[in-house]
């Protein structure tokens, strides 16, 4: 079983920039694909970018792609989401997740194990 936290979160004015940090314990992180997600109030879990297992492959949804940038340090066991340009829609809470095959996929119910997630909010 792999444990995760996320860190980094915070209040942002919009076009400002967070980095958020997603650090694994109790296994190492180079075997999983990890995904980020968010989920706003009274909004459902949404996929947000996700990256393989070798950091070669990496999938962003629209709503951020060209924006956010997703990498990943397997020898720190910790994948991160740099979020550049951030607009007050990107408020939510930001979750990491980990699936044990090499396919990045969107549906949550897809990932294994997920971090207690981090809080941004991005301010007018």
């Known amino acids: 079983q792999v444990q995760l936290v996320e860190s980094g979160g915070g209040l942002v004015q919009a076009g400002g920039s967070l980095t958020l940090s997603c650090a694994a314990s109790g296994r190492t992180l180079s075997t999983y694909t990890v995904g980020w997600f968010r989920q706003a109030p009274g909004k459902e879990r949404e996929f947000v970018a996700g990256i393989s297992w070798s950091g070669r492959s990496t999938y962003d949804a629209d709503s951020v792609k060209g924006r956010f940038t997703i990498s990943r340090d397997n020898a720190k066991n910790t994948v991160y989401l740099q979020m550049n340009s951030l607009n007050p829609e990107d408020t939510a809470v930001y979750y990491c997740?980990?699936?044990?095959?090499?396919?990045?996929?969107?549906?949550?119910?897809?990932?294994?194990?997920w971090g207690q997630g981090t809080q941004v909010t991005v301010s007018s």
């Open positions: 997740a980990v699936r044990a095959t090499i396919t990045i996929v969107t549906p949550p119910g897809r990932y294994d194990y």
